[in-house]
């Protein structure tokens, strides 16, 4: 089986503009959920989306949105960027609520 | 509030030796526990996952421990190689709520 995919690898923005970012999870996985890892706070859960539904939420910000399609493939929007969104954010897939398989992450800069 | 801790930050060991890596929890309501390794730059690895109804998990030479009611998990490596060195986070998920939690890790070295 494939493992949890997530594009674009790297992305370079400036203050203000907003990213989306899309994650891919392992054929059969229904649940995604995301994080944002950074050095001074380590990881942080942003949201988890199950069957197209969001089951769980952060303390994030409402600039910091997501959905998931019919197909679990999920993605995540961050408007009006800010310096400190720097981060790697990192999904992961799993069947329900047993073992979260990660993917590589998608390392945003903002200028 | 719901917290995960690991201490050490850091820890260095010489090759060959076995050790154990700790992970805390406040909350004994735990629905499962996940020990992950992360090398520099990449994602999380997935090593162990512990539910709640089990007191310990082994895959090769980890082996991983839960004890509800003093709040603990333990990752025991034995014969360590250099191949080793990595963050190691554990993870939570607690009944209440669904979300996994995670401690700041363990970086590792293993010395050759």
């Known amino acids: 089986k494939a493992g949890v995919t997530q594009t674009p690898r790297y992305l370079i923005k400036t203050r203000g503009q907003q990213v989306t970012l899309s994650c891919s999870p392992i054929s059969g996985h229904r649940s995604v959920s995301w994080y944002q890892q950074t050095p001074g706070q380590g990881l942080q859960f942003l949201f988890e989306?199950?069957?197209?539904?969001?089951?769980n939420k952060g303390n994030f910000p409402g600039r910091f949105s997501g959905r998931q399609f019919s197909n679990s493939r999920s993605e995540m929007n961050v408007s009006t960027l800010e310096l400190g969104d720097s981060a790697l954010y990192l999904c992961a897939s799993s069947v329900s609520t047993d073992t979260q398989y990660f993917g590589p992450g998608t390392r945003l800069t903002v200028l | 509030k719901q917290e995960v801790t690991q201490i050490p930050a850091a820890l260095s060991v010489p090759e060959g030796e076995n050790l154990v890596l700790n992970c805390s929890f406040t909350?004994?309501?735990?629905?499962?526990l996940q020990w992950f390794r992360q090398d520099p730059g990449k994602g999380l690895t997935s090593l162990l996952l512990?539910?709640?109804?089990?007191r310990e998990q082994t895959s090769g030479r980890l082996n991983a421990s839960l004890d509800k009611s003093s709040g603990r998990s333990t990752l025991y490596i034995a014969a360590s190689q250099p191949g080793d060195s990595a963050t190691y986070l554990c993870?939570?998920?607690?009944?209440?709520?669904?979300?996994?939690?995670f401690g700041t890790g363990t970086s590792l070295t293993v010395i050759p």
């Open positions: 989306y199950f069957s197209e539904t969001q089951r």
């Open positions: 993870a939570a998920r607690f009944n209440t709520g669904n979300q996994f939690y």
């Open positions: 909350d004994s309501a735990i629905y499962n």
């Open positions: 512990i539910q709640s109804s089990q």
